[in-house]
């Protein structure tokens, strides 16, 4: 269910957001980054430093979800995978067509919102790779549970999300100390703030609670397997930059989890 309970306002935040990842794309935003030759040739480290992902993905079936921009598809395509990317903005999904292309990939791209994959099959894809985005939807409930009947059993996904502490805050004080100024229980839009250093210019953004990365993960068919917090933090940055608010919130948090077992699903039922 919707924050709002309302289907125009859900239309309106997709477009939107739509409307300004477009113009990202177009203006070179970092986050509209093709993979380079030098990352084309180990791909698989490229995507997975930690390890997370099996040492061959030859002949698998891989979704990037909310990951467009010519990245992810095209490193997972070289490494012989069966990519799909899904992403709101059509102009994303543009320059991962276009990279495809260039480089004789086979990448199938679909315009939809990350909690709208109805044109996809059950239990079609052995890997779900998603960038930072689940920020951009108001409830993360409908997406875990669309990706969740996307995966097969054992299917492995692998994400990063914004964490909720970072998008609260608002500003710094004349001590360059960091104020939360967003409650934690926020559930509208995220207000205009001066600290600008983790959100992307004209989109709209929504907080989710850890009982909302990590508990509706689980409660809609996931097993998490690892969570670590990429660092930021920098002991000789200035204040207000990235590095020093680094190194009093981190930005992000990665997920791998992994898809249970359908059949387990029904005996948590009965047993329940």
């Known amino acids: 269910m919707l924050i709002d309970g309302s289907e125009r306002s859900r239309k309106q935040f997709l477009e939107t957001n739509r409307q300004a990842w477009d113009t ?36 698998l079936k891989v979704l990037c979800l909310a990951a467009g921009g010519g990245w992810q598809s095209i490193l997972y395509a070289t490494a012989g995978a069966e990519v799909t990317v899904v992403d709101l903005s059509p102009e994303m999904l543009a320059l991962d067509s276009r990279e495809a292309q260039r480089r004789g990939l086979n990448v199938r791209t679909l315009a939809t919102s990350m909690d709208d994959l109805s044109m996809l099959g059950d239990a079609t894809f052995d890997i779900a790779h998603q960038p930072v985005s689940t920020c951009y939807i108001p409830s993360l409930s409908g997406m875990y549970r669309e990706l969740a009947r996307v995966l097969k059993d054992g299917g492995l996904y692998i994400s990063q999300h914004k964490q909720p502490g970072s998008l609260q805050i608002t500003h710094r004080d004349h001590r360059d100390r960091y104020v939360l100024g967003v409650e934690y229980y926020e559930q509208r839009a995220l207000p205009v703030a001066a600290d600008t250093l983790y959100r992307e210019q004209g989109t709209s953004e929504f907080l989710h609670r850890w009982d909302e990365l990590i508990g509706e993960l689980c409660r809609n068919g996931f097993v998490l397997e690892d969570l670590v917090e990429p660092r930021r933090a920098d002991l000789t940055a200035s204040p207000g930059s990235s590095g020093h608010r680094g190194r009093f919130v981190p930005p992000y948090v990665r997920l791998k989890a992994r898809r249970h077992r359908r059949d387990s699903e029904q005996t948590t039922r009965i047993f329940s």
């Open 24 to 59: 990202l794309a177009r203006n070179g935003s970092p986050f509209a980054h093709v993979a380079s030759d030098e990352e084309c040739r180990y791909p698989l480290k490229t995507l997975d430093s930690r390890g997370w992902l099996p040492e061959d993905v030859r002949g």
